[in-house]
């Protein structure tokens, strides 16, 4: 992962633009993931098979139980200004409406639920400043996969976002279920996840 810092303009409103035209202008190679992090623009690449493998069965989960109008986004940015944030989670929820207004992202408080499946790389990243972000925000279900977690692969929901922080719901070894609440009534089978 390469990350390029930016001199703080002026304001923080103008910081933040200045962060985005930076994002949108930047020549990463085709599949890598571009991001804004706590004010740096972050490239990460092209995520393993592995990785992949989990954000598919997820999402194909996900769409037996979510309406007609949301979707589900493997490559959707999320803005998140006051944290100097755009996030590009492996799986969002959120209603296709949202997607109307033009541009390459949309406000993170119009999702409904993040899903970021950690790589070695960036582990940490998912588990900590996404973890505020997406918090900060507002976004009512975070699904963290961490396939780096140390002992054992894990699969934490957090909720209730609160002044920047979840409540951890659940948190289960790969291999066992994991419950996420309505409006999703449905039970992720982490059995088949592959770990690393």
Known sequence: MSALSVDP???????????????????????????????????????ANSHNSVAQRVQRQLY???PEDWGVYQTLA????????????????????AL???????????????????????????RIEKLHGYATAGVPLYLLLD??????PTATLYGQ???????ALDTVKYGEGLRIPAPFDLTIDTGAFPAG
């Open 9 to 47: 303009p002026a304001s923080h409103g103008q910081e933040w633009d200045d962060l985005v035209r930076l994002w949108e202008e930047t020549d990463a190679p085709e599949g890598c993931k571009v991001e804004i992090i706590e004010g740096i623009v972050t490239v990460s690449p092209t995520p």
């Open 64 to 66: 037996t139980v979510i």
């Open 78 to 97: 999320v803005a998140i200004p006051s944290r100097l944030g755009m996030f590009i989670p492996d799986l969002v929820v959120a209603p296709e409406a």
């Open 100 to 126: 109307d207004e033009p541009g390459h992202y949309i406000p993170a408080a119009a999702a409904l639920l993040v899903v970021e499946i950690t790589s070695k790389s960036n582990a940490n990243h998912d």
């Open 147 to 152: 396939s780096w977690h140390s002992g054992r």
């Open 161 to 167: 976002p609160r002044n920047a922080m979840y409540r």
